[in-house]
């Protein structure tokens, strides 16, 4: 949502760059309109280039790396944690063999670290798994609200630079308005 909200602020600066591009040109037409002196100015003066909206100090938008790659992190790791879950992966033969080998085929250094009781081990081991489960959880987590706050950051500097730029439209508009009611 953010990213489509990042996209619909670039388009509406680049709308915003582009009415006041439009409202040079007319000031310029108003003053050829106004006096003969004001045709001759704009005659000998230099047109202004024509320039793209993403010319005019609106870089072009790209939603933040951060929250990118926090997004596909968290796509990746969900997977991961769906295919381990016992309620969520599909069972199949291959499952099972996973299944077999971490439950029974444990390496020796595990079994020194945990308690010799064949229960009491395989609940540590539970808890174990269950802990790496949530520390994964959290992290990722973590990374997107990272991303997020970088997003946010990015455009609420996006919303000051837009109001900025309306604001002096308004004020340029209402004297242009001005203008055109006076001839």
């Not at 040079?24 to 001759?40: D, E, F």
């Not at 990118?68 to 099972?96: C, F, T, V």
């Not at 706050?149 to 439209?169: S, W």
Request: net charge positive; proline share 3%.
């Amino acid at each position: 949502e953010l990213v489509r909200q990042g996209e619909a602020l670039k388009r509406t600066e680049q709308m915003v760059d582009k009415m006041d591009q439009d409202l040079k040109t007319s000031q310029r037409h108003i003053n050829s309109i106004k006096s003969v002196w004001g045709g001759l100015v704009n005659y000998f003066k230099a047109k202004p280039p024509e320039s793209k909206p993403e010319q005019n100090g609106t870089p072009e938008y790209y939603a933040n790396s951060r929250l990118k790659e926090a997004m596909i992190s968290s796509k990746e790791q969900e997977s991961k944690y769906q295919e381990s879950h016992p309620n969520l992966r599909k069972l199949d033969n291959s499952g099972l063999l996973t299944l077999f080998y971490t439950k029974y085929l444990v390496s020796s250094v595990q079994r020194d670290f945990y308690p010799k009781n064949q229960h009491l081990r395989a609940y540590h081991q539970k808890i174990d798994n269950n802990l790496d489960e949530m520390s994964s959880g959290l992290s990722r987590l973590k990374n997107l609200a990272l991303g997020l706050q970088t997003e946010i950051d990015e455009q609420d500097d996006m919303l000051d630079r837009l109001t900025k730029k309306v604001e002096t439209l308004d004020v340029n508009i209402k004297s242009t308005d001005k203008k055109v009611r006076q001839l």
